[in-house]
């Protein structure tokens, strides 16, 4: 079975303009969530959607926002950026919520911003 | 309260030796512990996990010791192999959310 997958790989994006990432969970799973990853820290949690519905939302800028669609699979977007939103933005799937569903992540997509 | 500290930021171990990474939390709700190891370019991969109700769990030659009451957890590599050269992270979740907080990770070099 194929794991979690992400686009684009890689992209890069001038100040201000507005990014779209995408994301399909691994087949079965329900539960999408989004990380964003600066160079040299851990992953911090930006949002979570489950059954299409968001479920949680981390501290982050309302510039960030992101959909499930009917397939389970998701995107992410972020407007107006800024070279601070430089990044690997990692999605994650688990086939429920609660205890016992286990988090997979994708390979992520790396956003630059000049 | 929602941080989980983790160290050291960087760890060298000679191959075939012990490799020991701990992390901290503070929120006694937090009741799963995942490691995830991540090579460079790739996504983190769930290593091993554990629950606060048991002190240990070992898969293989990763083991995971957990001290409720210190509210402390670590990894312990045995045996430890260049191939497992990568950043480790801890994690911590609560009541079985699907978010995770992270620690700022490990930085594993094994050397041959």
């Known amino acids: 079975d194929a794991g979690v997958t992400q686009s684009p790989t890689h992209l890069i994006k001038t100040r201000g303009q507005h990014v779209t990432l995408r994301c399909s969970p691994i087949s079965g799973h329900k539960s999408v969530s989004w990380y964003q990853q600066v160079l040299g820290q851990g992953p911090q949690f930006i949002f979570q959607?489950?059954?299409?519905?968001?479920?949680g939302r981390g501290n982050f800028p309302d510039r960030f926002s992101a959909r499930q669609f009917p397939n389970y699979s998701s995107e992410l977007n972020v407007n107006a950026l800024l070279l601070g939103d430089s990044a690997l933005y990692l999605c994650?799937?688990?086939?429920?919520?609660?205890?016992?569903?286990?988090?997979?992540f994708g390979e992520g997509s790396w956003l630059t911003v000049v | 309260q929602q941080q989980v500290k983790q160290s050291p930021q960087s760890l060298i171990v000679q191959k075939g030796g012990i490799s020991i990474i701990n992390c901290a939390y503070e929120n006694t709700a937090f009741d799963y512990f995942p490691w995830y190891q991540q090579f460079p370019g790739k996504g983190p991969a769930l290593l091993i996990a554990?629950?606060?109700?048991?002190s240990e769990k070992k898969e293989g030659r990763f083991t995971i010791s957990f001290n409720k009451s210190a509210k402390q957890f670590s990894l312990h590599i045995m045996d430890s192999q260049p191939g497992d050269s990568a950043t480790y992270f801890c994690?911590?979740?609560?009541?079985?959310?699907?978010?995770?907080?992270f620690g700022q990770g490990t930085r594993l070099t094994i050397n041959p």
């Open positions: 554990i629950r606060p109700d048991v």
């Open positions: 994690a911590a979740s609560l009541r079985g959310a699907q978010k995770l907080v």
């Open positions: 959607y489950y059954e299409k519905e968001e479920r």
């Open positions: 994650a799937s688990s086939r429920g919520q609660g205890i016992g569903n286990t988090i997979y």
